[in-house]
């Protein structure tokens, strides 16, 4: 089969950087994504492109959808560790973590994910089919025909589930496949982040991002959002410089109603667990905007064998959901759009059947994905159990790095990969 047709349920990140490469190498392609207007979903805070989502990208997208995403990334600052105190332990610049040799495909960025999403939008609107939520599908011969909740149906030779952490297509497919609580909750908001407000935070909070390592409980992760470009067509509530900041701690330490309760209580319950940390941190979280301060249960997916290939297969968050705490959920699912774009084309040039192409993908997509989810539930779960030993022998370690140049430049190379 040269001749096919697919069809991707959810129009996330991954997806659509898939619809694109396939676009791209004549694949018909479809997009049914449930929200009605592309300002209908204006959820999400900053987050960071590594390496292999950079290159993913750049594969999928036009020439033209490449330089959009360029435009829109924020100015690097580089990463640093802090104390409750605002003390620095290490700081890594931009140019330790990202050589200037490298190409731009190879590079670390910081992206709002409301102007990604809005940049992969662009060019797919006539193959795009908002207001279309999934309910359903059925395989019948060599078709998949999907079932949304209007009535209406689709059908095509390949169906791909890109509908995110709670899937409906991975809910058919793989009844088993699970996601977890991690025992960790997370509290993140934006910080609008004016000139004047830029001059009275530290530099450190103002210019980069930074994991803070406290003596106490609970672990605080803050990055910058600044525009490198002033858009006049993006929605409003994106317009503005912001510092992200997110508290994380374990569950049983948060009140029982904690997901009930709003945004400024929600910056009270923060405020009320960091009483010895710097006042730069209680600015930080007191003056935001409550709007943007969620409260979550931190989740991650179970891992899963490799189950019999057929018509229909998985992307992203829909099989491999991961914590935030790697800051790789988004690039995996980037390189599971590039690997099945390429994937796809091999099929389409006739170089392999279409169902054992499926099987090769979803075999190495587990086998990396999983790896991910794995290192991001670690992450999560220091977050939230670490010991007031452990956090003291990481700032030793983090102090000694910053004074011996050898340690330092391999944490930078670290970071960079």
Same mark, same amino acid.
């Given at each position: 089969m040269t001749d096919f047709s697919v069809m991707i349920i959810g129009g996330g990140i991954g997806g659509l950087a898939l619809a694109h490469g396939l676009r791209r190498a004549g694949i018909p392609t479809s997009v049914y994504e449930r929200t009605h207007h592309r300002n209908d979903w204006l959820q999400g805070y900053r987050i960071h492109i590594n390496p292999a989502g950079a290159a993913a990208l750049r594969a999928c997208l036009p020439p033209a959808g490449w330089q959009a995403f360029l435009d829109t990334v924020s100015p690097g600052g580089g990463f640093g560790f802090l104390t409750d105190r605002c003390t620095e332990l290490l700081a890594m610049t931009d140019v330790e973590i990202n050589p200037s040799s490298d190409a731009p495909e190879n590079r670390h960025y910081a992206v709002s994910r409301i102007r990604l999403r809005d940049t992969l939008l662009a060019g797919l609107e006539d193959i795009l089919h908002p207001g279309?939520?999934?309910?359903?599908?059925?395989?019948?011969?060599?078709r998949v025909i999907a079932h949304f909740a209007d009535g209406t149906t689709a059908t095509a030779d390949l169906l791909i589930g890109a509908d995110g952490a709670n899937s409906?297509?991975?809910?058919?497919?793989?009844?088993?496949?699970?996601?977890?609580?991690?025992?960790?909750?997370?509290?993140?908001?934006?910080y609008e982040l004016t000139p004047e407000r830029e001059k009275t935070l530290p530099a450190a909070l103002?210019?980069?991002?930074?994991?803070?390592?406290?003596r106490s409980r609970g672990s605080l992760f803050t990055a910058v959002w600044k525009q490198s470009h002033q858009p006049t067509d993006r929605p409003l509530n994106d317009l503005t410089d912001?510092?992200?900041?997110g508290f994380t701690?374990? !569950? =049983?330490?948060?009140?029982?109603? $904690?997901?009930?309760?709003?945004?400024?209580?929600?910056?009270?319950?923060?405020?009320?667990?960091?009483?010895?940390?710097?006042p730069a941190f209680h600015r930080l979280i007191a003056e935001s905007d409550p709007d943007t301060v969620n409260a979550f249960n931190v989740k991650s997916a179970t891992p899963v064998n490799p189950w019999p290939s057929g018509r229909v297969t998985l992307l992203g968050d829909a099989i491999h959901n991961m914590t935030p705490m790697a800051g790789i959920g988004a690039n995996t699912a980037l390189r599971? !759009? =590039?690997l099945?774009?390429?994937? $796809?084309?091999a099929v389409h040039a006739g170089e392999m059947p279409l169902i054992p192409a499926i099987s090769k993908y979803e075999r190495e997509m587990i086998d990396y994905g999983f790896a991910a989810v794995k290192k991001s539930l670690r992450n999560a779960r220091s977050a939230a159990q670490s010991t007031r030993a452990t956090r003291t022998a990481l700032r030793v370690m983090l102090r000694l790095a910053a004074a011996t140049p050898p340690l330092h430049r391999a944490m930078a190379r670290q970071l960079g990969n």
């Open positions: 279309k939520t999934f309910t359903r599908y059925d395989v019948a011969g060599n409906r297509v991975r809910r058919q497919l793989l009844p088993h496949a699970h996601r977890i609580d991690t025992g960790a909750v997370a509290i993140a908001g934006k103002a210019t980069r991002a930074n994991l803070v390592v406290p912001y510092v992200l900041w701690d374990a !569950a =049983d330490r948060f009140p029982p109603d $904690l997901q009930d309760l709003d945004g400024r209580a929600l910056q009270r319950t923060v405020i009320e667990r960091i009483p010895g940390w710097s599971d !759009a =590039d099945l774009r390429r994937t $796809l084309m």
